[in-house]
């Protein structure tokens, strides 16, 4: 059984990685640093199409991996 978990923490993690490392960046030097923020935040711009399935995706992968991380280190315990 904790050799499942292992795995499945392992799967998730690769997952999480990929999926962070194909979304674009927020900002694009240090204007976007600055004034990205607020827009961000407070702007009427919503993510569409692939962006917004990756950042679910990267929320799903992320509490997951949290959820597994938890698992492993009670049954290693």
């Not at 992968?61 to 938890?70: D, K, N, R, S, T």
Request: without cysteine; hydrophobic residues 60%; positive net charge.
């Amino acid at each position: 059984m904790e050799m499942l978990f292992q795995i499945l923490l392992v799967i998730f993690s690769i997952g999480l990685i990929a999926v962070v490392l194909l979304q674009k960046g927020k900002s694009a030097g240090l204007s976007g640093a600055i004034s990205g923020g607020a827009e961000h935040l407070f702007g009427k711009t919503k993510a569409r199409g692939m962006d917004l399935v990756l950042q679910r995706l990267t929320v799903v992968l992320a509490a997951g991996f949290i959820i597994l991380a938890v698992i492993v280190a009670v049954l290693v315990k």
